[in-house]
């Protein structure tokens, strides 16, 4: 910008130009001409650090052990037993529990179990990553509802515009263990999937919420599973299609059976 203001502000000759005899070698050019502006530097890369565990977020469990393997947050709705996820997450062949606010062990009087699972058809389909997302219906023994045990649930909203500072929180594949997050500025990237800049988003922090204050405009999936390169996460756009299976799985419809989808193509 400073290269480009001093070219306006140098002095221009009132006289008309000489003409030029053809018989004369042109001049060369001159080498005083001001250099072009440099690129604008990137966006900074933020780094995800230990947080403090969020009673909306938490850890997914697929299978029977101790390990976990995704995120997931607890969404509002009518029926107050709904969770948010990628759907590469999640496998119907697998039983999976949820434990929101985890922080390094599972109390079982603080964990709930997948019943149904509500996708796309887009992924049903050709697992198509603009469709990786899920929403889950959980049930706990006791009757309670994850809603009500946390307070509330996220809000559900679309997918967030360029320069959105988002916070992402989510759980790294492990035993035990807290979660991270950061926040961060989207982007959009070629495909039509918001993207975020955030160093640190390792394995297991896919289907982690993007969320603006209490609403969530996006989850670490889509594009790759969530991205190659753990320096860049990416969403599947979020849009009347989610809300859709929003309302399916708050009216109780038929549930589709999840097909394990765990490679990422990276």
Same mark, same amino acid.
């Given at each position: 910008m400073i290269l480009l203001l001093s070219a306006t502000l140098l002095p221009l000759s009132c006289a008309?130009?000489? @003409?030029?005899?053809?018989?004369?070698?042109? @001049?060369?050019p001159s080498s005083s001409s001001p250099a072009p502006p440099p690129p604008p530097p990137p966006p900074p890369v933020v780094t995800a650090s230990r947080v403090a565990p969020d009673p909306t977020v938490g850890a997914l469990f697929l299978g029977a052990g101790d390990l976990h393997t995704c995120t997931a947050a607890v969404l509002h709705s009518s029926i107050g037993n709904l969770i948010l996820t990628a759907a590469h997450c999640l496998a119907s062949t697998y039983p999976t529990n949820f434990v929101p606010?985890?922080?390094?062990?599972?109390?079982?009087?603080?964990?709930?179990? #997948?019943?149904?699972?509500?996708?796309?058809?887009?992924?049903? $389909?050709?697992h198509d990553p603009l469709a990786d997302f899920a929403i889950a219906r959980v049930h706990q023994n006791g009757g309670t509802s994850v809603e009500s045990a946390v307070g509330t649930g996220l809000t559900l909203g679309?997918?967030?515009?360029? $320069?959105?500072? #988002?916070? #992402?929180?989510?759980?790294?594949?492990?035993? $035990? $263990?807290?979660?991270?997050?950061?926040?961060?500025?989207?982007e959009m990237a070629p495909g039509g999937f918001p993207s975020v800049q955030c160093s640190g988003m390792v394995a297991g922090t896919s289907g982690a919420p993007w969320r603006v204050d209490s609403t969530v405009v996006g989850l670490i999936g889509g594009l790759h599973g969530g991205g190659c390169d753990e320096n860049v996460s990416y969403s599947p756009p979020f849009d009347g299609r989610l809300a859709d299976l929003l309302h399916r799985a708050e009216a109780g419809g038929p549930a589709d059976t999840a097909p394990e989808v765990f490679s990422d193509d990276c």
């Open positions: 008309r130009p000489q @003409p030029h005899n053809p018989s004369t070698p042109a @001049p060369p606010g985890f922080s390094g062990q599972a109390d079982p009087a603080h964990t709930w179990t #997948v019943d149904a699972i509500y996708l796309d058809p887009r992924w049903l $389909g050709s679309t997918a967030p515009a360029a $320069g959105t500072v #988002v916070t #992402v929180t989510g759980y790294p594949l492990t035993v $035990g $263990g807290t979660p991270i997050g950061c926040h961060g500025g989207t």
